[in-house]
């Protein structure tokens, strides 16, 4: 199944984690959301799979992340693409802060309002 996912990570406490070529970054404590798409070979299910798995090759920046912090829910959609539920989380939500991965949410109400499951 090809689409696009959200990932909701829970950081219960601030924390600095070392994010490949970016160097370090803080994330504050907070409900963050990344958005992802899965074109590829085994579709969401193997995307969403991989960044469960710990000890894995780090390929993306949210690898990095997902080696300290947990992912609390998953959410996918078949209809919408990543960009759109960026757009989605940009046009509808006060709680929004930032415009790339992860999304840092103020409020962790935003996201289930902004479910996609199909």
């Not at 959200?6 to 490949?20: P, Q, T």
């Not at 409900?31 to 193997?46: D, L, R, T």
């Not at 949210?62 to 989605?88: G, K, P, Q």
């Amino acid at each position: 199944m090809k689409g696009a996912y959200i990932l909701l990570i829970v950081i219960e406490k601030e924390v600095n984690i070392e994010i490949g070529a970016l160097g370090t970054i803080r994330f504050e404590k907070g409900h963050y959301c990344y958005v992802g798409s899965a074109v590829g070979p085994g579709g969401i299910e193997a995307r969403v799979g991989r960044h469960l798995k710990k000890g894995k090759k780090l390929k993306w920046h949210i690898d990095y992340l997902l080696e300290h912090e947990d992912i609390e829910e998953a959410y996918y959609s078949t209809e919408l693409s990543e960009m759109e539920i960026v757009t989605i989380f940009q046009r509808n939500s006060t709680e929004f802060r930032g415009s790339a991965h992860p999304i840092l949410l103020s409020k962790p109400t935003c996201l289930s309002a902004k479910r996609t499951n199909s």
